[in-house]
């Protein structure tokens, strides 16, 4: 039981094996501190590149790293399996798949997963791609779409298995249209010379007036332009209602057939139970303060995806992204030591050193950040 080891220095457990839970375990080797990593999984996802799992441009090992493999030679680290279920801050402990775990400091930072808004349809019927497993059934489904078209006799009956709905203009749906549109244009006539490539059609759906929301005008308008160049048809504006696995349907009553549906529309924070609803802000993310740490309480923080970082110097929160987890886990192990010593706590600072999003295999749009 994890519970019981104990080399009598503060036991600082991290949940999520993300790129903000390594990047804080990393930060403290050689510190005095007893590190415990947990995560469901014994290795770490690299997800900017996940679409191309997705599309078969990639390998799924080619995105997973072994946690273990990470941190040889830590030697105040140890690693575990284990999935988090509950929080108990009265007993400083939390329950996990393979029993209690104690803690003197504990930080959540298990990341984000899909959000369908409460829609029933779009959870049951969409491909989401938010996870290994799920890049590999998009990748799966849309194989089999292609098979199933070779052996229908009409175009109207091909016509579901070839069209491909995007929903969501961020840079995962963008990315990923760009990488269906490179399928149809280079792969679909090699690999499959009975279908008829002007029959595969991609969407890129988005209710915000453009692609890319998050980054400058120039980037989205170029991007929606590359996209455009490559065949994906872009619909800004456009809410999607409803979708039964074979229609999608979107306000003001158009409709398309289709089997293929892809979710990138919204992500929310794992968070495990044991918070009051104070403690959840919008997104479902953890409340936290300057420095990470969960409002009300004295020894847990949460960085990363899960963490709402919405302060008066960030009203808007920061964004979704890696470096933010990458900057917050480094920075966090120098403020779990500052409290260690009783020294003052220093607040985080996100660097923004700018994004970027590929369209295709040799295109690209990025907004550089500032270059220090
Ligand atoms: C398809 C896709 C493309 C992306 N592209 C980019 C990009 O190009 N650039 C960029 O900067 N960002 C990109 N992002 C976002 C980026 O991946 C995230 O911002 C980043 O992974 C957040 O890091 P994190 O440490 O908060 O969480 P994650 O990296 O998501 O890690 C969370 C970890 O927690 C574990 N976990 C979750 N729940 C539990 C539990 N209950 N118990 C135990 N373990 C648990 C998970 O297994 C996971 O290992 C992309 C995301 C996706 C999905």
């Known amino acids: 039981m994890e519970s019981n080891y104990n080399t009598g220095f503060p036991k600082v457990v991290i949940v999520g094996a993300g790129f903000g839970g390594i990047e804080l375990a990393k930060a403290l080797n050689k510190k005095e501190v007893d590190v415990l990593l947990i995560d469901k999984h014994n290795y770490h996802t690299f997800q900017p590149l996940m679409y191309q799992v997705a599309t078969g441009s990639l390998e799924a090992d080619s995105i997973a790293f072994s946690v273990r493999k990470n941190f040889e030679g830590q030697r105040n680290f140890r690693f575990r399996i284990a999935e988090l279920k509950k929080i108990n801050t009265a007993k400083n402990s939390i329950e996990t798949s393979i029993g209690e775990i104690e803690y003197d400091y504990l930080v959540i930072a298990t990341g984000s997963t ?3 808004f409460g829609n029933k349809e779009f959870e049951k019927y969409t491909l989401p791609m938010k996870s290994i497993p799920e890049a590999l059934n998009l990748r799966s489904a849309v194989l089999q779409n292609l ?10 009956e091909r016509e579901p298995y070839l069209t491909f709905v ?53 980037a989205s308008k170029k991007a929606q332009q590359f996209l455009e160049d490559m065949n994906v048809e872009v619909l800004t504006n456009v809410k999607v209602q409803t979708y039964d696995g ?22 929310m924070g794992v968070v495990p139970e044991g918070f009051s609803k104070e403690q959840i802000a ?33 009203p808007k929160g920061l964004p979704g992204v890696a470096p933010v987890a990458i900057q917050q886990g480094k920075h966090l192990a120098k403020n779990i030591l500052h409290i260690i010593k009783g020294e003052p706590t220093v607040n985080f600072k996100y660097n923004d050193q700018g994004s970027m999003a590929t369209i295709g295999r040799n295109k690209a749009v990025v907004d550089m950040g500032k270059i220090l």
């Open 114 to 116: 899909n959000n369908f």
């Open 246 to 267: 074979t229609v999608i349907s979107f306000e003001g009553g158009r409709e398309i057939k289709t089997k293929n549906v892809i979710w990138s529309a919204g992500v």
């Open 147 to 156: 098979e199933t078209a070779l052996l229908l006799s009409t175009p109207e």
């Open 282 to 314: 919008k997104g479902n993310r953890i409340s936290t303060d300057e420095i990470n740490r969960v409002i009300g309480l004295n020894n847990v923080f949460s960085i990363g995806d899960v963490s709402s970082s919405v302060t008066e110097a960030m």
């Open 166 to 218: 995007l929903v969501g203009a961020g840079p995962t749906g963008a990315e990923l249209a760009g990488s269906i549109a490179e399928i149809r244009n280079f792969i679909l006539s090699k690999d499959y010379p009975e279908l008829h490539k002007e029959e595969m059609k991609v969407y890129l759906v988005d209710a915000l007036p453009k692609v890319l929301a998050n980054m400058s005008e120039q």
